[in-house]
């Protein structure tokens, strides 16, 4: 085991981890934005990490740019989509979960805008 | 954007007369284009490039630095035993910014964990947020204003 090795291997055992978690909170945060919030960004850094450690790992000219390019291409779309959709359901007035002390847990978020 | 093109194609021909393609020696030959516009007297649409160009850098690497700070806060808050969040949707004020603008802050929201651009009101002068870690509307508008929107209007103008 090299430096090298050793520091790719954490990269791609953090990135495993943000996806762990990400796939944790879509099972357990309560209603739909939380689990908008953890899921979908999770999963960016987890890619993100993962694609970047195989860069480093293999090298290679051809390698690397692709996974640039995959790392860009997520930064632009993955955005959009989750903003998409939580605007659907944010037009549709799902509930929204206020916090687990509040008498009042769940409330249309378009009459509640601060 | 022309002076940038310049400078890239300053890089290029810096890899090619080395006879060096690799990564390490085109950025090396990046450096020494951009340093050789900064001398040069006259360039086509002026001089802004190169107050932007830093700012841009430091645009991402703060933009690198909230993503790794609030993706660690969301896997905490993932792990707890207890969940701790009181998320709110909180309106966010636009004040002088070009649709450009608004498009790169709104995916720069969105891409960091805890906070999610809802909707753009139709006049695009505001955001809807919704946010899990600040439970006080006013901090949170403090907080984007000081971070990512003076930021983005100064890599961007």
Known sequence: MTFDEI???LIILMGSFFGFSAALGLLRMPDFYTRMSTSGKGATVCCGLLLAGV???FNDAQVTARAIAAILFLLLTVPIGVHMIARAAYRAGTPMWRGSGTKYRFKNPMRNIQ | MR???LNLLLAISWSVLTGDATVDNF????LIGFLALRVSPWLPGGQGY???LPRIAYLSFFFL???VLSSLRASYEVFSPKLQSRPLVVRLPMERLDQNQIFLLTNLISLTPGTMVLDVTPDNDALIVHT???SDPETFREEIREGFEK???EATS
């Open chain 2, 65 to 67: 630095e909230e993503l």
């Open chain 1, 55 to 57: 860069a480093l790992l």
């Open chain 2, 3 to 5: 002076v940038f093109l």
């Open chain 2, 27 to 30: 950025c090396f030959g990046f």
């Open chain 1, 7 to 9: 520091f790719i291997a």
């Open chain 2, 132 to 134: 899990m870690f600040v």
């Open chain 2, 151 to 153: 930021r983005v209007k």
């Open chain 2, 50 to 52: 190169f107050t932007r």
